[in-house]
């Protein structure tokens, strides 16, 4: 009994487990036949871009840009062609510190250039070039040319399929996305404090699409 017991306790884990799974109550999941071709765009409250950079050496440091708006042209027959466009508002940069969101738009000493993105950045903007899906039609990589402070470089990211489903509030058919990507900010004219604070900027961007 003794070694009956834990065997016992892990089958009705796992069976435990797979039912919550298959009840879960959430409007979403990872089913690609709930993608409904059409136009989607960004919800501006559930996607985000989070960036990172290194700080000295001694640790890592994180800031968000979110009010994401854009849009998502996609079609599940054709996932290849699908097309995404999205602008990011900078100046709605946020840290977890007052005085370094206020550093990073500051305008430049005596009319000089700022040291970050300044007192009245405009927006980034994202536009895809290219979609290339893996066999599974789970995963992507995405080609792009990213405008920021002005320059515009192209930029690859990998995105992962993270749900679709419809939204319960607005009875939205909804697709959601996860994507990491590298840039180096120097690229883009942000060259302050380099190699001290890390001229390589990760990226992880949390997408929210609803269908029009």
Known sequence: MRRIAPFAALALTAAATIVV???SGVPGAPDKSRVAAGTYVADPLHTMVVWEVDHFGFSKYTGIFGDVTGTLVIDPANPAAARVEVTIPVAKVTTASAGLTSHLLRAGK???????????PADARF???SVVVDPEGDEATVTGNLTLNGVTRPVTLDVDFHGAGTNPFNKKATIGFEAEGTIRRSDFGIAYGIPVVSDEVELEIHAAFEKQ
């Open 21 to 23: 799974a298959q009840d």
């Open 110 to 120: 005596d009319g000089g250039k700022p040291d970050f993105f300044g007192a009245a």
């Open 127 to 129: 536009v895809s070039t």
